[in-house]
């Protein structure tokens, strides 16, 4: 199993910046393509951003230019940088690893962290 530890959610004012970190605990899986991802209330959970172990990153059009996605594979951490915030950017976010073990390949997700940007 994989945890995937989450932080750095918060309340923040339109235009500001929060910093997203999610850890996975289990040295044993390999950590592939990590990700973020978020749900607002009612809605269904999107992608936001994802990076593959190599550093290839893909961007929802929504968050593109505003939001980075970046890795430390030593520490198996994903991090999201989030700047020019915006009140739709309010939501869940979550984190997503796909971890592989010999021949098999599982998704796992994180807790969720509540981002918050009043207007």
């Known amino acids: 199993q994989v945890q995937l530890v989450e932080s750095g959610g918060g309340l923040v004012v339109t235009g500001g910046s929060l910093r997203l970190s999610c850890a996975a605990s289990?040295?044993?899986?390999?950590?592939?393509?990590m990700g973020w991802y978020r749900q607002a209330p009612g809605k269904q959970r999107d992608v936001v951003a994802t990076i593959t172990r190599g550093g290839t990153t893909n961007y929802a059009d929504s968050v593109n230019g505003r939001f980075t996605i970046s890795r430390d594979n030593a520490k198996n951490t994903v991090y999201l940088q989030m700047n020019s915030l915006k009140p739709e950017d309010t939501a869940v976010y979550y984190c997503n690893a796909r971890a592989g073990l010999g021949l098999s390949e599982y998704t796992y997700w994180g807790q969720g962290t509540q981002v918050t940007v009043s207007s």
């Open positions: 289990e040295s044993r899986f390999k950590i592939n393509t």
